[in-house]
């Protein structure tokens, strides 16, 4: 079992910045994908970012490169997720994954754990 807990999501500007954190717990591994996904109202989840724990191997949704980065802690089994730039289309609820089922699925339902979520809202 892998428990994630998720935090940083806020209210922010337009233009302006956030950190998600994702802390991982259980059983994690260096082998393990990690990603962010998020899901706004009334739309399907949908994948934001991903990466493989101990290759630091990233992937990235076309709506969100160049403004968003996603990067660990090893020593910590944190996981972040930087944006930049926000825009008010980034408003969601923004949840941590762990362990997908099919090598670089970027499809919910390949993935295994989930946190919580954490709410960000992005206004004009």
């Known amino acids: 079992q892998v428990q994630l807990v998720e935090s940083g999501g806020r209210a922010v500007q337009a233009g302006g910045s956030l950190r998600l954190s994702c802390a991982a717990s259980?059983?994690?591994?260096?082998?393990?994908?990690m990603g962010w996904f998020r899901q706004a109202p009334g739309k399907e989840r949908e994948f934001v970012a991903g990466?493989?724990?101990?290759?630091?191997?990233?992937n990235y949704a076309d709506s969100v490169k160049g403004r968003f980065t996603i990067s660990r802690d090893n020593a910590k089994s944190i996981v972040y997720l930087q944006m930049n730039s926000l825009k008010p289309e980034d408003t969601a609820v923004y949840y941590c994954?762990?362990?997908?089922?099919?090598?670089?699925?970027?499809?919910?339902?390949?993935?295994?754990?989930w946190g919580q979520g954490t709410q960000v809202t992005v206004s004009s």
């Open positions: 990466m493989v724990w101990g290759l630091g191997r990233t």
């Open positions: 259980g059983r994690t591994s260096t082998s393990s994908a």
């Open positions: 994954a762990a362990e997908r089922r099919v090598p670089d699925s970027t499809h919910p339902q390949d993935w295994n754990y």
